[in-house]
């Protein structure tokens, strides 16, 4: 049996006889060695039976593999990966044909097992799951996706401080997202702009920043994180700059809002998987604990400020005042937020306006450091539009498009989110852009079937994207780019909320640090990269992700040089 990189529309479940002999010498060893085991049980022996247990096992198998059978034969056998663990959900194993893909195979394989199967849209088949389901990066077959529904079961780790906007459904999701539609308005956007503004240049007019001609930061999220937590606080929250550190924190703190929120966001796994009753035993768990009690007491805190200070003159436009007012002026108990609802919202809010961005930026910066022509043309746009060594006005921010395609391209090359899931609600088919080998134009989605929008292969598929594996700004600057081929924030109704945000935001900061500073990458990792002229290996060692609640640079150290004549 010839095994290949990927198991594409293998004989799977269609055991040869090499492959029932192997099984059938492995059963006898088992055997064997279970028989010395009840033997040495001595009384045990008498009411178990290996054959009976055996008996159960293989029947379990076979039921399984014919039910797989039956499932995939009900949607035309739609070729794809045929696996003994699901690939779904994250776990510490290797990719091993036919058993399972590395967790990391979404952002390591990108568009490869579509590209080896010949069609953008895989069927996927496990026998620990025991279902079929699909992953596509076929951006026809993703837009009518938009109409399925979010499988809340594969959300519950998301939903630890309670159901959010980002995993409410239906008409829930409609009563989270209403009530913050009033604070995503141009007047909210032009406060965005001003506060990131403000902010990243008291970052350059700091202690560590002034006076100096270099600046060198061993790791880039160290200036994206905190800058990114100050603007949500300031243009999310609502409060001064000067306080956007959150330093008024409820009696008996541990830690600040800040790191509460970064712990808590670090150990979901293990909030998620230690009963409440176990925390505490031990001390890494206790502070895991003491972070998630932190984030929660501090965002009821925040809301029974926002509370108390709102009047009906009010016309504070930031998130959290818009969701306060709008909780308590809904006269429908249906409709209302509740408080709690409101702090899981605020928790949201606050991880997604943050760490998304923060980690995005983080990479362009690097993009930049390792693409020098394109930080370049990116000054000299920049030069166009505002003073020397000073950022743009919020009026010219949408003439900026060349820093705005370092950001698409950023984004497009690196989208914080792999995978998005969604679950059919009725029996349904949805269209292909292109037919797949066995000429079928559109596949069939049984009621139930996960379908996941496969973000990074769709953003690396060649048939929408010229050399995918390139960093080219300029693709953005063509009126006909492939906007249904570009998902880093989701589309159709449940399209990021915070798009706008985050996008001034980040250029903002991009826009304050490029008027004066040229970014370039350490020495050590210039030298790292000397001889290689490839691109795509030069990007990959200069330039390492991980995959954490969102897409994460690791040791992405940065050099700050000041640009003469920019004072």
Not at 18 to 37: H, I, N, P, Y
Not at 98 to 111: F, G, P, S, T
Not at 150 to 177: C, F, S
Not at 494 to 502: E, L, Q
């Amino acid at each position: 049996m010839t095994l290949s990189r990927y198991p594409f529309s293998m004989p799977t479940l269609s055991l040869s006889e090499d492959v029932l002999q192997a099984l059938g010498a492995f059963a006898q060893v088992v055997e064997d060695d279970f028989k010395a085991l009840t033997a040495a049980l001595g009384p045990v022996n008498q009411w178990i039976s290996w054959r009976s247990v055996s008996a159960a096992l293989f029947v379990a198998f076979g039921l399984r593999v014919l039910s797989i059978r039956r499932r995939l034969g009900a949607i035309g056998n739609v070729p794809g990966l045929r696996l003994v663990v699901a690939p779904e959900f994250p776990y510490p194993l290797p990719r091993i044909p036919y058993i399972c893909m590395d967790a990391e195979w979404w952002n390591k394989l990108r568009h490869e097992p579509f590209a080896d199967a010949g069609t953008d849209v895989l069927s996927v088949a496990s026998l620990t799951s025991g279902t079929v389901s699909y992953v596509a990066a076929d951006p026809v077959a993703l837009k009518i996706s938009h109409q399925l529904i979010k499988p809340q079961e594969m959300y519950k780790l998301l939903n630890l401080v309670g159901v959010h906007i980002v995993t409410a459904e239906g008409a829930d999701y409609r009563r989270h997202r209403m009530p913050a539609q009033g604070s995503f308005t141009e007047r909210n956007n032009r406060l965005v702009w001003d506060t990131s503004l403000e902010l990243a240049q008291r970052i350059t007019q700091s202690d560590t920043w002034i006076g100096k001609d270099v600046v060198e930061i061993d790791e880039a999220v160290k200036l994206t994180l905190p800058y990114a937590m100050r603007v949500i606080n300031v243009a999310g929250f609502g409060r001064s700059v000067s306080d956007s550190k959150v330093q008024t924190l409820p009696a008996g703190s541990v830690m600040t809002f800040e790191e509460a929120i970064e712990v808590a966001m670090a150990n979901l796994v293990t909030l998620a998987i230690v009963p409440r009753w176990a925390i505490r035993w031990v001390a890494s768990w206790r502070r895991v604990d003491d972070s998630l009690n932190e984030a929660l007491n501090t965002s009821r805190a925040l809301i029974a400020e926002r509370r108390a200070d709102l009047s009906d003159a009010d016309d504070r436009i930031d998130l959290l005042s818009s969701l306060v007012r709008a909780a308590d002026s809904e006269a429908d108990p249906n409709l209302r937020l509740t408080d709690a609802e409101l702090v899981s919202d605020v928790i949201a809010f606050l991880v997604a306006g943050h760490e998304t961005t923060a980690h995005s930026v983080a990479i362009a910066l690097g993009l930049l450091a390792l693409h020098p022509e394109e930080q370049d043309k990116v000054y000299e746009e920049l030069k166009t539009y505002s003073e020397p060594g000073m950022a743009p006005k919020y009026e010219d921010l949408n003439k900026l498009r060349r820093i705005h395609a370092v950001l698409q391209e950023t984004l497009r090359l690196y989208p914080p989110i792999p995978r998005i899931s969604k679950a059919s609600a009725v029996d349904t088919h949805i269209p292909l852009a292109f037919p797949a080998p066995n000429g079928m134009t559109s596949v069939p989605v049984p009621k139930g079937t996960i379908f996941t929008a496969h973000i990074v292969g769709l953003h690396y598929n060649p048939r929408w994207w010229k050399d995918p594996f390139l960093f080219r700004p300029e693709r953005f600057l063509d009126p006909e780019w492939p906007r249904d081929a570009f998902l880093p924030f989701s589309a159709g109704p449940r399209v990021c909320i915070g798009r706008r945000f985050a996008e001034t935001e980040s250029i903002a900061f991009m826009a304050t640090i490029l008027a004066k500073y040229h970014v370039e990458l350490p020495h050590h990792t210039k030298q790292k990269l000397e001889g290689i002229t490839d691109e795509r290996v030069r990007r990959e060692r200069g330039l390492k992700v991980e995959q954490r609640l969102t897409l994460m640079p690791v040791e992405l150290g940065l050099v700050f040089r000041k640009r003469k004549g920019d004072e």
